[in-house]
């Protein structure tokens, strides 16, 4: 069983930036797919970036170029550096860690881009 605990949402402007983390527990991460998912109010949970352990990264179109992940797995830790940031980055954002058959999720921090 994995946990994953996220941290590092809040309250951006337009423009600015915010860096998550997801730190995990449980098991070693090095196998691990590790990426981050996102649910804008009223909307369906998105995928937002996924890191393989192999080293390919595949992001969605709209955080192309704006958003970076990067992973520690000797810390068990996944980062999000999320640049330039719009009002529809607004969103709860989820740490997600798959293995074969078996997914888990954090709980989600919620990121709010206003002016």
């Known amino acids: 069983q994995v946990r994953l605990v996220e941290s590092g949402g809040g309250l951006a402007q337009p423009g600015g930036s915010l860096n998550l983390s997801c730190t995990a527990s449980?098991?070693?991460?090095?196998?691990?797919?590790m990426g981050w998912y996102r649910q804008p109010p009223g909307k369906e949970r998105e995928l937002v970036v996924l890191?393989?352990?192999?080293?390919?990264?595949n992001y969605a179109d709209s955080v192309k170029g704006r958003f970076t992940i990067s992973r520690d797995n000797m810390k068990s830790t996944v980062y999000m550096q999320m640049g330039n940031l719009r009002p529809d980055d607004k969103a709860d954002y989820y740490c997600?860690?798959?293995?074969?058959?078996?997914?888990?999720w954090g709980q989600g921090t919620r990121v709010t881009v206003s002016s």
């Open positions: 997600h860690a798959v293995l074969v058959h078996n997914g888990y």
């Open positions: 890191s393989w352990p192999a080293g390919s990264i």
């Open positions: 449980g098991d070693d991460i090095t196998p691990y797919a």
